[in-house]
């Protein structure tokens, strides 16, 4: 079965959709609990409880037939030891890179996000997984650079997740667009009488990184009403780069004297000058000069002195250790509250409001300085000859026939950690505010119960963030100018570049980023479910509903940011911050979805059941018009021991705000150049030809980062997905407690909006030249990258398939009871095939088992695993987690393997009988296991968005019931 997308842009072929039917997935290793198992009875008119789950919209006895669905309850939760549920959902198996609190080296910002299938379009993002709550969606994030187009799952106060429901299968047909990965859906309090707290502290054993969390939920249950609310808090504290060995140093092997706060510095006219009776070559290209000492230089003829000629090891210098984040900091607060009332046996209402805040910080080292006239990455700069700590200058006794002026013509170059002005530090201030309100009611078709519902939300994320300890170019061109120039402007203090600076001159050049964005939402979904007729083997099975939803975000960077320079060449920037242009963007689509469930076979010879599943969704998007998605599955339980699935739905993902509309944005790209060495190192790559001998990129830009520049498209269509999945499941009546589960998937996305890596850009480039070289552009001088361009295109596809295991069993003993569970993926491959801009055949991509690219960890097999035992008041829980072997970056400094990693944790837990108090203590990572090293995620050595840089850390947690 296939539908046809009918754009307004243009006509694709998509996929057809059929909705899982599989038993609940058993839980991982925290260990999570399982779905319902399915109900049955000798006895007919025994009621039976109907419950929604994730991945159906229709009420039904038989949970195991929907799909394979993770249950990860509030115990779950309390137990983990995390501090937000996106530290949870990202130690699934199944889960790829995702955006965590590792800090300073990525693009988080204090967000947290779930990338099943390692599908999100971007490095960590999720927007190929649908986040639910309560079944309804949950507004985008915001982050310091940019509005996001995925959820981030701290701005969902803690204390009011009751569990989380996780499909890996395709939803769109359910759920509408993004639900291609899978579908997260976090469950909310159920109501209760009474108040329940929850206090945790954590520190590591290295005494960082502290850990702070306390929830206190309150309930009441009236007559025909009820209330709950809940007030989270969460606090959690950096750790240094400074303080783990891994990352103190990057593994890159430094080619040339770093920058430092001492000044890396070529100055023409000092090469063989015979006043200061310097030797040839001195203070050139080939040969920069570095201060001796952090204090002043010798007077007249004897200013010289004060420098040397840079050599190594004298001076190799790390920015890794100063001062810099590999955990950043965070503090978040939420309160979530709900009242419902039952207006009438057959009608209930409900309201919740909820704010959440977060303010988090990333700590950089101070602006690598890099200016000069015709050299250096930011020029038009000059120094004139009477400028007051210009050493070879008039104000330091130079005769002024003597005095050397560096003007805007020269190609003289200074390089400078700015330490005068301070760590670079990046806030944000983000809050989120969300207002709904539902109604849910009965009636009677005939003689058959109905159910129906109607939910209307509004929320909006904003944020408000800043850059501190930046640089003000033009105030910093007047600094070293012309002195007479500078006095004539209110608070101008001439800078020293050469040594330390005044307060007055660091405080005038300093410059601080105030930018501002936003994301709204506006839902509103009616769906109705219930019983048409019987069949032969029993109902058949209906829902139906309709949503409408408009999103909107709108991205205010700084002007100042964004401003011409008054001083040096336009082509430049007027501060150190990255530039990016406003956007405003949003869209708006109606939905209309319909699910069947039909019984085909009851209790016939092997087939205890047979159920079959289909639904179909039409959306209609005003941006890229129409849509229509299918899903169909079958489930066949050929005994009461014995399941078989088989599913093969459609997915489909309008682009997003960000994709379309996001306005060209400057940022850093962490990666290793290929050309490092110049063109005479790398002779068998043609895209570095021109690049002069002993380049290394680590020289240039922000600690060697690479520039780059991302954009929106207004060009994309739709992306759309073809998934298959089939597996089985096994509960042997002759042994109670256990459960063996196994699934396959292969997931096609075609038209896959995506980036490509930029690390793959400048691969193709240096190794094809040409056409391929079209995105990077280089300084013709220097051989340094002055910025890649990378923006949202239609790949021609992706592709991924694998297996998802998981083996469970709970059994009683004479000591207490014991549940073990062993849950495991496995990536067979991860392809992605992009066009050839020379017109070829298409260019082939493949990442399972490969780590080989910053922040992109692909490994083959990934697991968890848990042993919990209780008995009485006593429990105790060992967990485990798995992450396999990858390649990492051929490289001189270690293997071309990134190792596998175990981390083991251990917790035992006591329930005192007075007002059903539970006090645990819990060692995590016990074994202090660190990350792997990874040269091609230097200088923080580690994949930050897949691995613990914590080490061992310790726990304490009380919870209480009144």
Request: glycine content about 10%.
């Amino acid at each position: 079965m296939l539908s046809i997308i009918q754009s307004k842009m243009s006509k694709l072929n998509s996929g057809v959709a059929y909705p899982a039917l599989s038993i609940a997935m058993l839980a991982a290793a925290l260990p999570m609990s399982a779905h319902a198992q399915s109900q049955t009875s000798a006895e007919p008119e025994k009621a039976v409880e109907t419950i929604i789950v994730t991945g159906s919209r229709i009420q039904r006895r038989d949970a195991d037939s929907v799909g394979p669905v993770l249950t990860i309850t509030g115990a779950d939760l309390r137990n983990s030891g995390a501090a937000s549920i996106g530290d949870v959902l990202q130690k699934l198996p199944a889960a790829g890179v995702s955006l965590n609190s590792n800090g300073t080296q990525g693009t988080s910002f204090g967000a947290s996000s779930i990338n099943l299938r390692y599908l999100g379009g971007a490095e960590g993002s999720g927007n190929r997984v649908l986040v639910l709550v309560d079944g309804h969606r949950w507004v985008d994030g915001v982050g310091q650079r940019g509005f996001r187009d995925f959820v981030d799952l701290n701005t969902m106060p803690f204390g009011m997740i009751e569990g989380i429901e996780v499909l890996k299968d395709g939803a769109s047909a359910i759920y509408g667009a993004d639900a291609i990965a899978g579908v997260v859906n976090i469950k909310t309090l159920r109501d209760f009488d009474g108040l329940r707290l929850n206090l945790k502290t954590a520190t590591t054993s290295e005494n960082d990184g502290e850990q702070f969390s306390a929830v206190v939920n309150w309930g009441k249950i009236f007559d025909r009403a009820s209330f709950v609310i809940s007030a989270s808090y969460i606090k959690e504290d950096p750790i240094g780069t400074a303080d783990r060995d891994l990352t103190v140093n990057t593994l890159v092997p430094q080619t040339g004297p770093g920058t430092s706060e001492r000044g890396l510095f070529i100055l023409p006219g000092l090469s063989a000058n015979a006043f200061f009776g310097t030797p040839t070559g001195f203070a050139t290209s080939t040969a920069p000069i570095t201060a001796r000492a952090l204090g002043g230089f010798g007077v007249g003829a004897l200013a010289d002195d004060s420098f040397r000629t840079a050599v190594l090891p004298d001076d190799a210098f790390n920015t890794q250790a100063q001062g810099i984040y590999s955990v950043g900091p965070s503090e978040r607060f939420g309160l979530y509250a709900r009242l419902g009332f039952e207006i009438s046996d057959n009608l209930k209402l409900k309201v919740e409001a909820l704010r959440s805040t977060r303010q988090s910080n990333q700590l950089f080292s101070p602006v690598n300085l890099d200016i000069g006239g015709t050299s250096g990455t930011i020029r038009g700069f000059g120094i004139a000859n009477s400028q007051a700590f210009n050493p070879f200058g008039t104000a330091n006794g130079v005769p002024t026939a003597n005095a050397l002026a560096f003007s805007s013509t020269q190609a003289w170059r200074i390089r400078r950690v700015m330490y005068d002005v301070g760590n670079r530090n990046n806030i944000q201030e983000v809050t989120t505010d969300r207002i709904a309100a539902g109604l849910e009611g009965k009636f009677k078709l005939g003689a058959r119960d109905w159910n129906w519902d109607a939910f209307m939300s509004y929320s909006k994320n904003a944020i408000d963030s800043s850059a501190e300890n930046g640089i003000q170019y033009d105030r910093l061109f007047l600094a070293l100018g012309n002195p007479a120039n500078c006095a004539a402007v209110a608070g101008c203090a001439p800078v020293n570049l050469f040594g330390p600076m005044s307060a007055a001159a660091a405080d005038y050049i300093r410059f601080t980023a105030r930018e501002y964005n936003s994301n709204e939402m506006t839902n509103i979904a009616f769906n109705v479910t219930g019983d048409l007729f019987e069949l032969p083997a029993g109902p058949l099975s209906i829902a139906a509903g309709y949503e409408y939803r408009k999103n909107k975000a709108v991205d205010i960077p700084d002007a100042e940011v964004n401003a011409t320079p008054r001083f040096i060449p336009a082509i430049y920037t007027t501060t150190s911050a990255q530039t990016r242009t406003p956007t405003t963007g949003e869209y708006s689509l109606h939905e209309g979805y319909v699910e069947v469930s039909a019984p085909l076979l009851r209790d016939a010879p092997l087939a205890k059941s047979l159920d079959l599943s289909v639904a179909a969704r039409y959306s209609d998007y005003d941006t890229v018009g129409e849509a229509t998605t299918m899903k169909v599955g079958l489930g066949w339980r050929v005994i009461d021991d014995i399941l078989l699935r088989g599913t093969f739905s459609q997915g489909f993902r309008a682009p997003s705000i960000l994709e379309l509309y996001q306005g060209g944005r400057e940022t850093s790209f962490q990666g290793i150049d290929p050309c490092n060495g110049g063109a005479a190192a790398n002779p068998s790559r043609p895209g570095c030809a021109g690049v002069p001998t002993g380049y290394n990129q680590q020289n240039f830009n922000l600690n060697g980062l690479i520039p780059g520049t991302l954009s929106g498209n207004l060009g994309l269509t739709p992306e759309t997905a073809d998934t298959y999945s089939y597996g089985f499941a096994i509960k042997p009546s002759f042994l109670p407690g256990l459960s063996f589960t196994i699934d396959w998937f292969d997931i096609t996305i075609t038209d896959a909006i995506a980036t490509q890596a930029v690390t793959q850009i400048l691969g193709l480039c240096a190794a094809q030249g040409g056409v391929f070289c079209s995105l990077v552009n280089r300084d013709v001088s220097t051989g340094s990258i002055r910025n890649v361009l990378v923006g949202a295109q239609n790949l021609s596809e992706i592709q991924t398939s694998g297996y998802d295991a998981t083996l469970r069993y709970d059994f009683n003993t004479s000591i207490g009871r014991f549940a073990a569970v062993i849950d495991a993926s496995y990536l067979d491959s991860f392809l992605t095939t992009s066009p050839n801009p020379t017109g070829g055949a298409p260019i082939l991509d493949e990442r399972a088992g490969l780590g080989d690219r910053p922040r992109s960890t692909y490994p083959n097999w990934k697991g968890q695993a848990s042993l919990r035992w209780s008995n009485n008041a006593w429990n105790t829980i060992w967990r485990g987690r798995y992450i396999g072997e990858t390649t990492d970056v051929v490289n001189t400094v270690k293997n071309s393997k990134t190792k596998a990693v175990v981390y083991q944790d251990i917790e035992i837990g006591y329930e005192l009988p007075w007002k059903n108090t539970n006090i645990s203590f819990a060692i995590n990572n016990v074994f202090d296991q660190m990350p792997p090293l990874s040269y091609a995620n230097a200088p923080i050595n580690f994949d930050i968005y897949t691995y613990d840089v914590r080490g061992r850390s310790y726990s304490l947690r009380l919870g209480m019931q009144f």
